[in-house]
């Protein structure tokens, strides 16, 4: 069986350096896994590892911009209807790969995931092909400094879940830039925060919308936004498929802890056949028969 990792988000939610720490860890802990890169736009230093499949073999968005007179938007779009032209392309270069972990690191067109058709399209071809597939979707520690960006990113994260239909995980990136103690005497990035106003992101609580609004929001009041808030807090309240997985990079159990939740959503390992331990047949214990 092989399984298939969409690592997907906004640009610079971290997509790529998860993707390599990923693909580290499963090498790590013995398992086989490659890096597959669909994202036509990728600079040459993005990966630590060469990706064992490249979109850029097949088309570039430099080409695309350069030979059609597109912008990097449009190229995008562009280059992903030609790859779903050219699907066999694809399906030749996974020919090679068995009983293995691909990574999937997608570009950060976030268009791509929430309303265009290709996404779901390439799932179902990978689908057909025998994979099973399942999507992550990284939203950066940054977006809890602004709730209502927060709250932008919760909903594009739900858009992306209902158009691709696949086992769904949702991780808060970059969680080494947010500090939960107030003992720490650095000042974090990404703001200092007590455990349970964490949880409040994490699980997404939507009162953080209707929550008593500071005097410059006060001062620049307007009701048809805030009647806008109340349905969106309506709309979570009603579907409550949002929720994140904290991603610290920088610890082991962090990423141990995401990799594990990724492994039982896609129900790895589940039809492989239980192996006998060589030692009860010969080695250590074959002069005991």
Same mark, same amino acid.
């Given at each position: 069986m092989r399984y298939a990792v969409l690592v997907t988000g906004p640009a610079g939610a971290g997509k790529s350096t998860f993707s390599t720490a990923f693909a580290t860890h499963l090498r790590v802990s013995k398992r086989t896994a490659h890096i597959v890169n669909l994202?036509?736009?990728a600079t040459g230093d993005a990966f630590e590892y060469q990706p064992a499949i490249d979109i850029r073999e097949l088309v570039t968005l430099d080409d695309v911009?350069? *030979?059609? =007179?597109?912008? $990097? =938007?449009?190229g995008l779009v562009y280059c992903f209807e030609y790859l779903l032209q050219n699907m066999d392309w694809l399906e030749e270069e996974l020919g090679?790969?068995?009983?293995?972990?691909?990574i #999937?690191?997608?570009?950060?067109? #976030? *268009?791509?995931?929430?309303?265009? +058709?290709f996404l779901p399209q390439l799932v179902r071809n990978l689908q057909r092909m025998g994979i099973r597939t399942c999507a992550v979707y990284l939203l950066e520690s940054q977006f809890m400094e602004d709730r209502y960006k927060f709250f932008s990113g919760v909903l594009s994260a739900m858009s992306a879940m209902v158009n691709l239909e696949v086992p769904w995980? =949702? #991780?808060?990136?970059?969680? !080494?830039?947010?500090?939960?103690?107030?003992s720490d005497t650095? *000042? +974090? @990035?990404?703001?200092? @925060?007590?455990? @349970?106003? #964490?949880?409040?992101?994490? !699980? +997404?609580? $939507?009162?953080?919308?209707?929550?008593?609004?500071?005097?410059?929001? &006060? &001062? %620049?009041?307007?009701?048809?936004? %805030?009647?806008?808030? @109340?349905?969106?807090?309506q709309l979570i309240e009603d579907h409550p498929l949002v929720s994140f997985l904290p991603l610290d990079l920088t610890s082991t159990d962090s990423l141990e802890t995401v990799v594990s939740h990724i492994d039982f959503t896609m129900q790895y390992g589940e039809d492989e056949e239980p192996k006998e331990p060589h030692d009860l047949d010969e080695g250590d214990f074959a002069d005991m028969e």
């Open positions: 994202d036509p736009a911009m350069g *030979e059609l =007179n597109m912008g $990097p =938007n449009g090679g790969f068995d009983d293995d972990y691909l #999937i690191d997608c570009p950060g067109q #976030i *268009e791509l995931y929430t309303h265009h +058709p995980i =949702n #991780i808060m990136s970059k969680m !080494d830039l947010v500090s939960g103690s107030s650095f *000042e +974090p @990035r990404n703001g200092k @925060r007590g455990k @349970r106003d #964490i949880a409040r992101y994490l !699980d +997404p609580d $939507p009162m953080l919308l209707v929550a008593a609004r500071d005097g410059r929001d &006060q &001062q %620049h009041d307007n009701s048809r936004f %805030h009647d806008l808030n @109340r349905a969106i807090v």
